[in-house]
């Protein structure tokens, strides 16, 4: 049931947001949504949902998908390409996650 309906509705979104960025850029090709993976899951963490699931909210997700738009555009701003631009997301992934897992560890709730 809930199962289900979950699955066709991320369905649904996920066929919308691949017909708007294809419209964005006139074309329909197979690596289009490249690099849109680690941006989702840095945006999703730095949001607190954890990456075991079972912790955060979608004000949360809201606010980190925010926080990273404003990030990306910072570095923009800076003049920063876009390796270090990876970089940079990659280290706030990483400082995220660790933080996560040293609050967890410091409440003593371990990831298992």
Do not use: H
Request: net charge positive; with cysteine.
């Amino acid at each position: 049931g809930m199962v289900w309906t979950a699955f066709i509705i991320c369905g649904c979104f996920a066929g919308i947001g691949g017909l708007l960025l294809s419209s964005l850029s006139k074309l329909g090709a197979f690596y289009m949504g490249e690099g849109y993976d680690f941006s989702t899951i840095t945006a999703i963490v730095l949001g607190g949902v954890t990456l075991l699931g079972g912790r955060g909210s979608f004000i949360g997700v809201v606010g980190g998908v925010i926080t990273l738009g404003l990030l990306s555009n910072i570095l923009t701003f800076i003049g920063l390409g876009t390796f270090p631009q990876l970089f940079v997301k990659g280290f706030v992934f990483i400082l995220i996650v660790w933080l996560n897992t040293f609050s967890l560890r410091k409440l003593g709730r371990d990831y298992v």
